[in-house]
C-alpha cells in the first residue's frame, strides 16, 4: 500500500502510514474493554492441570500439576501426578475437597476429555461417572467456551506463581514429599495478605467456608477395579508392576483394587493380600514376607484333597490305609487316592474293608494286587455255583 501511494505522487513515510491506520482502525480488531468476572461467596470454584518440570529422586521429571481454587476467597490447593487421568481427578478432587471442608456449587473446568462426554462450553456434557462423582459432592461440572480463557483466570494465573516460587530451587525425594511439600506451602500462601483482595484468602475463607456444600460425612474408597490371573510365581500385575499373593492362588482368577495408595487383592469376598502402591509402572517386583516360601521348600496346599474325604467319609475304617497310601505315593496322592475310591464305590463293602485289613497287615499298597483280592473274595463268597 505504501509503495502504491508514493508512486502516485503522495508523500508520506511507511510510519506515519501504518500510525494513521491504527488511529483510523484500518486493517486492526476492534479494542474491547477487559471484562471482569466477580462470584459470591460458595457460587464457583476453579480447576485445571498444566505440565511442569522438578526435580524428583535427583532427576528431572515432567509432571502433571493439579490445582483447585476457590474463587471467592482464592484458596488454593495444588498437588503433583505422574499422569492425569479420571481416576487422579477424582482422587485429587477428594483430597481437595476434603483440604478446603467443602465445595462450590459449581466446578468450572476447560474442555478436558477426562470430564467432558460431548460438546463444548455451555453444550458440554459430562461423563456419568464424573456427574455421579459430582452430585456426591454437591456440585455441577460447568466448561466454558472454547477460547476464552479467562473466564477460568482463577486458576490459571496460580500456575505461573507455582512455577516461579514453588518449584525454583525445590528438589523432592518422591511423590510423597512432592506433594507434601506442596501441601504446606498451600498453608502459608492462603494464609499470607494479598493486596489486591487487602486480606488473605484465609481471612476470606472465613465467609466462604458457611457457604460451601460440606463434605459427607463417609465418602466410598476411590480405587480402579481390575481382574487378574495368578501366574506361576505367584503374583498378579498391575501396570507392569508385580505383587505377591499366597501360592496357594496361583492359577486362580483373582480381583484387584487399584487405589491411590494400595492394591487390595480378593479372592471372591476375602481380602487375601494388600501392598502399597507404587505410582509409576517401573517393572517392580513386590513379595510379601508372608508370602514369601523358604528355599528348598515346597508351598503346601490346605487340606486334603476331594478324593481324600469321600474315601474317610464312605469307609472310615480304612483311615489308617489311606494315609499309608497317601505316603507311599508321594505328594498329594490324588490319583492313587481316586482308584481306592472307584475300589470303594463299586465293589461290595465286605469283601473291600477284609482285603484292605489283609493289605495293611503286609504293608501292600499296590492297588492292582489289592483289586485282584477284592476280585477273588467276591468270586469265593458271592459267585457261587450250585451243584446240580
Not at 478436558?112 to 460438546?119: D, E, K, P, R
Not at 454437591?138 to 466448561?143: D, E, L, M
Not at 525445590?170 to 511423590?175: A, G, I, L, M
Not at 467456608?209 to 503374583?235: A, C, M, N, Q, S
Amino acid at each position: 500500500m505504501h509503495e502504491e501511494l508514493v508512486a502516485d505522487g503522495a508523500r508520506i513515510s511507511y510510519p506515519a502510514l501504518t500510525a494513521f491506520c491504527r488511529r483510523a482502525g484500518i486493517g486492526q480488531p476492534e479494542k474491547v474493554p477487559a471484562g471482569r468476572y466477580e462470584f459470591e461467596p460458595g457460587e464457583e470454584m476453579q480447576h485445571d492441570t498444566s505440565p511442569h518440570e522438578l526435580m524428583l529422586g535427583g532427576a528431572k521429571r515432567k509432571v502433571q500439576t493439579a490445582s483447585l481454587v476457590l474463587c471467592y476467597s482464592r484458596m488454593l490447593f495444588f498437588q503433583f501426578y505422574p499422569r492425569f487421568t479420571r481416576f487422579e481427578c477424582k482422587v485429587f478432587l477428594a483430597e481437595a475437597l476434603s483440604y478446603l471442608g467443602g465445595a462450590c456449587s459449581v466446578c468450572m473446568i476447560d474442555n478436558t476429555h477426562i470430564v467432558v462426554l460431548a460438546g463444548t462450553g455451555a453444550e458440554m456434557t459430562p461423563v456419568p461417572e464424573m456427574i455421579a462423582f459430582g452430585d456426591r459432592y454437591g456440585f455441577a461440572f460447568r466448561a466454558h467456551e472454547k477460547g476464552d480463557a479467562n473466564r477460568s483466570g482463577r486458576v490459571e494465573r496460580p500456575f505461573g506463581f507455582i512455577e516461579g516460587n514453588f518449584l525454583a530451587g525445590r528438589s523432592f525425594q518422591d511423590w510423597d514429599d512432592a506433594n507434601a511439600q506442596a501441601r504446606a506451602w498451600c498453608d502459608r500462601v492462603n494464609a499470607s495478605f494479598k493486596r489486591h483482595l487487602r486480606a488473605s484468602p484465609r481471612e476470606l475463607y472465613a465467609v466462604e467456608r458457611t457457604r460451601l456444600r460440606p463434605v459427607p460425612p463417609w465418602v466410598p474408597p476411590i480405587y480402579l477395579l481390575h481382574h487378574r490371573i495368578v501366574d506361576v510365581e505367584g503374583f498378579v500385575t498391575v501396570n507392569t508392576n508385580r505383587y505377591s499373593v499366597p501360592a496357594s492362588l496361583i492359577g486362580r482368577r483373582v480381583e484387584v483394587r487399584e487405589t491411590w495408595e494400595r492394591i487390595e487383592i480378593f479372592d471372591g469376598p476375602r481380602r487375601v493380600a494388600s501392598h502399597r502402591r507404587e505410582i509409576e509402572p517401573i517393572g517392580g517386583r513386590y513379595l510379601l514376607d508372608e508370602h514369601r516360601v523358604p528355599r528348598g521348600v515346597k508351598a503346601s496346599r490346605r487340606g486334603p484333597c476331594a478324593e481324600e474325604t469321600a474315601l474317610i467319609a464312605a469307609a472310615p475304617e480304612i483311615r489308617d490305609y489311606v494315609a499309608g497310601l497317601k505316603q507311599s505315593a508321594g505328594g498329594r496322592g490324588t490319583l492313587a487316592l481316586r482308584r481306592l475310591l472307584q475300589m470303594v464305590r463299586e465293589y461290595p463293602r465286605e469283601p473291600v474293608l477284609a482285603a484292605v485289613h489283609t493289605a495293611s497287615q503286609y504293608g501292600l499298597y499296590d492297588l492292582e494286587r489289592l483289586e485282584t483280592m477284592i476280585l477273588r473274595r467276591i468270586a469265593r463268597e458271592y459267585f457261587i455255583v450250585p451243584e446240580e
